[in-house]
């Protein structure tokens, strides 16, 4: 007789037993807790999570997570042998046992039938490649921002997406913040009019190849310097680099308009309603004395027009925007205040305590979409419409020349750009 292996899922290991226990005439005693009373969420019904790099920002994003009562946290993915270790006892003593598993490859992750989602919160260079990879295994992702290097990348990590089915919720958290939301309302109520320009806050958008010198290459098992590339050119180990120090690197990152126009240009384009398009044209801007500044605006088929800057702001917290329509403007950031331009719009405001920073109903979305198999505010499609519009707007900076653009066919009228929308990738990665 043939026998035939088949893995068997935890929740169908679970309903066995269940069946099992059903049909004994032996009684047993069950915990409150395990049934789900008291207000406890019962084992069966915990949402199994891993993590893939967890750093400053992701190590935000998993203090939310495994506060939640519907959620346990079983796997660690990191290349460093440190912040496995952290991450590990951070887990086990939520959790009251010792069972985290802690891995250096992804794969052997993901391939875990018991875990529902991951959240990704590598290094820019490898959210597209990890949310990819995840998608093929079936695993549910909430990923870091910026999810893209390029044009590409946003492309294929969106096509991955809806290809696997899964569901996805990029980092982009200021979609779950109220005074964000109030201000996209406003616009679209039509309370300022028609609209004509979106302002988008960024930085200082260039990148540099000024590389550090070589140091001795540490033990895979403390930092796995080949995998901590992935995708990225070889070349040699510099703790600089895995300390943090990656940040307008060409090859590790895609500059200031993305950095944070991944959140800012998002929120334009959520409250233009573009969330399914780009800006057709964009032209850098340059200082009276013919250097080239650190604004780029763009124009959508329509005529509404991209501001994306770094300076003239309210102060009313990083990661600004403003909407300006023909009978008013209003501008909001992280701090939760809001200005506008005029009294009649005054009486719309409220404040919001929760600052801009907070992804916990950001998180909370995704786990109810999780749940649910709704698609999330910030779900692969959207993000990758607004982070193709910063990449195309960093290609104009880089050129230094006005340039059209076609959102349908996502491609530029130059050659030159053209090349610009994609990175060679070191074998053996690939999309």
């Known amino acids: 007789m043939k026998l035939t292996e088949r893995r068997v899922g935890r929740r169908d290991f679970l309903k066995g ?3 099992i226990g059903a049909a004994a005439s032996i009684p047993t005693l069950i915990s409150g807790s395990a049934l789900g009373l008291d207000g406890a969420v019962a084992p069966s019904e915990k949402l199994r999570m891993g993590a893939i790099g967890i750093g400053s920002r992701g190590g935000h994003d998993f203090g939310v997570f495994i506060a939640r009562p519907d959620v346990r946290f079983v796997a660690i993915c990191d290349i ?26 992804m794969n052997e992750l993901l391939i875990r039938d018991d875990i529902d989602f991951v959240l990704i919160a590598t290094g820019d260079r490898w959210h597209t490649m990890a949310s990819i990879t995840a998608a093929k295994y079936g695993k549910d992702v909430y990923c870091e921002k910026p999810l893209s290097l390029t044009i590409q990348e946003s492309r294929a990590l969106a096509n991955a997406v809806n290809r696997y089915g899964i569901v996805y919720q990029a980092g982009t958290q200021r979609r779950n913040i109220g005074n964000f939301q109030l201000a996209a309302k406003i616009v679209q109520s039509g309370k300022l009019g028609k609209l004509t320009e979106v302002h988008a806050n960024t930085l200082w958008p260039a990148t540099d190849h000024n590389w550090y010198p070589a140091e001795p290459e540490p033990s895979p098992d403390i930092v796995d310097w080949d995998r901590w590339l992935g995708p990225c050119p070889w070349r040699p180990y510099n703790s600089a680099y895995v ?38 044209r964009y032209e850098p801007q340059f200082n009276d004395d013919g250097t080239i500044a650190g ?15 770094s300076d003239g702001w309210l102060g009313l917290g990083t990661c600004s925007a403003r909407y300006v329509g023909e009978e008013g403007w209003i501008e909001t950031g992280d701090s939760g205040r809001m200005a506008v331009s005029n009294d009649k719009l005054r009486g719309e405001l409220k404040y919001f305590g929760m600052p801009g920073t907070d992804p916990t109903t950001h998180i909370a979305e995704f786990v109810e979409c999780v749940k649910t198999r709704r698609t999330p505010a910030a779900n692969a499609n959207v993000a990758a419409q607004s982070h193709i519009a910063s990449h195309c707007a960093y290609i104009a900076w880089q050129l230094k020349r006005p340039l059209e653009f076609d959102p349908v066919k996502e491609e530029f009228n130059d050659e030159e750009a053209n090349r610009m929308r994609t990175r060679a990738m070191r074998a053996p990665y690939t999309l």
């Open 17 to 19: 037993c269940a069946a």
């Open 80 to 105: 460093r042998k440190e912040r496995r270790d952290a991450v590990k006892t951070q887990a086990d003593q939520k959790n009251g046992d010792t069972a985290c598993d802690t891995y250096i490859d």
């Open 243 to 280: 300390r943090g120090d990656w940040r307008g690197k060409f090859d590790f990152h895609g500059g200031g308009i993305l950095e944070w126009g991944s959140h800012t240009v998002d929120l334009c384009q959520w409250a233009a309603q573009k969330d399914d398009t780009a800006p057709v």
């Open 295 to 309: 604004h780029v605006w763009a124009y959508y088929a329509d005529g509404v027009k991209l501001v994306m800057r």
